[in-house]
């Protein structure tokens, strides 16, 4: 089994799409954003280049996710936005939030 190298890369395999709980304890939209803030933090200390050249939260994923729902305010986070927008709904919020990774992705050229 290869493993991924890089966390946009395990974003993109579909085992951790379909089995994202499996990997994150839940299927809820803020247990992705604790996994992914984990994840960023332990590459940063340990000087691990991915986190120093996108920095936390995706690189510019906050603002576009803002913009993409015409926030004017990008200070609440994107997985708050995102969760507001699904009225509240974890699950929903989780998968919409691949969706919007995706569009960002191809935008940005991740």
């Given amino acids: 089994m ?14 951790f799409r379909r089995r994202t709980p499996m990997f994150i304890g839940e299927k809820k939209i803020s247990s992705l954003r604790a996994f992914l803030e984990g994840a960023f933090y332990t590459m940063y200390i340990y000087g691990i280049t991915e986190a120093e050249e996108t920095g936390s939260d995706l690189g510019n994923f906050h ?12 200070t609440v986070g994107w997985n708050n936005i995102i969760l507001q927008e699904c009225n509240g709904n974890e699950e929903k919020a989780l998968d919409q939030f691949f969706i919007l990774y995706d569009e960002f992705k191809n935008e940005s050229r991740l």
């Fill in 63 to 74: 603002d576009w996710v803002a913009r993409y729902y015409g926030w004017s305010e990008t």
């Fill in 2 to 15: 290869n493993l991924p190298s890089s966390i946009y890369e395990l974003l993109d395999t579909e085992n």
